[in-house]
């Protein structure tokens, strides 16, 4: 693995410059591919309404695409589209040998059953990972015991884009997960559930904290690797982290700021300048989780191609 820009002089874990890394990665994979086979992975992205926030993140994926050398389609489709054309759509792109990965980008607009259009992507091409069927696989794997490693670069199934790049964050950074207390806020499907397991296969004791949880700062306290991912501003204070602590923070929120030019800023759900003199290492928002979320999804689109040629896991 080539060593990346992982940290500044300071312990911010810098997710840009690890992104960008892998980014070089999956590029120099795409080129060998394409010499080896001829094939260009391809991944079609589906965007409903106009939220400035969704067009934004599409924007950044279609870019990223180009960038490493894989095809991307986009489909736009207004937000009074009706359910069925969505999954219309989904359906024909399931069916199209060009299409490695299918992205439905999230939020969907309230008339639409956001699970029912992501049910009808095939597993195999569900880069995004939130497919039920991937999530099965995930929380089904059991390399304990055996000779086999837990690799996410060669899963034969696709894991959520952003619980992997917190995978990466916190092993590319020098962290090692297996024997540690681990604390996931938050027990979302596309984020909460799929770290939890990730970081379970990596041989971490973990803990998942939620509404219910009584004395969530102690049980806080507790972790060496803590994973924010509730979507609340700023709701983990320095006194909930355990001195020396890994914090990776996923929460993207926007609070209004009028001293900024856009009239808000990004915070994450870590109160990163309190957290910051606790913790060992700390992501920031933005530039921490953010990037890895579409170098993830660009590798999972990769290993995707690479499955189809083989009929196996991609190697
Ligand atoms: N189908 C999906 N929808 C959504 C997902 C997802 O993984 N799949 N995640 C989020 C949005 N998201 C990707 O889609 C995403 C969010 C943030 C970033 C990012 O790099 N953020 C930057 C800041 C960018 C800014 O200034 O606005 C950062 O954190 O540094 C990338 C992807 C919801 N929907």
Redesign the pocket.
Known sequence: MATPSSSSADNIID??AIAETIRGEIKEECAALLQSSGVTPGLAVVLVGNRT??A??VR??IKACEEVGIHSFKFDFPSDVTEADLIAKVAELNADPAVHGI?????LPGHIHEQKVLDTILPDKDV?G?HPLNLAQLAHTNTHGSSRKFDLKTLPYHA???PQGCIELIERSGTVIEGKEAVVIGRSN?VGIPVFLLLMQKNATVTVIHSRTKDASAVCKRADIVVAAVGRAEMVKPDWIKPGAVVIDVG?NSVDDPTSKKGYR?VGDVDFAGCKAVAGKITP???????M??AM?LRNTLQGAKRGLSGGNGN
């Not at 992205?103 to 939020?107: A, E, F, G, N, S």
């Not at 928002?285 to 990037?291: L, M, S």
């Open positions: 997710g840009k926030d969704s934004t993140y950044m994926k992205l439905v980008q999230l939020p995004d939130l959520a884009c952003t596309i993207i990004l928002v933005p530039g921490g989780v953010g990037p979320t579409i999804l």
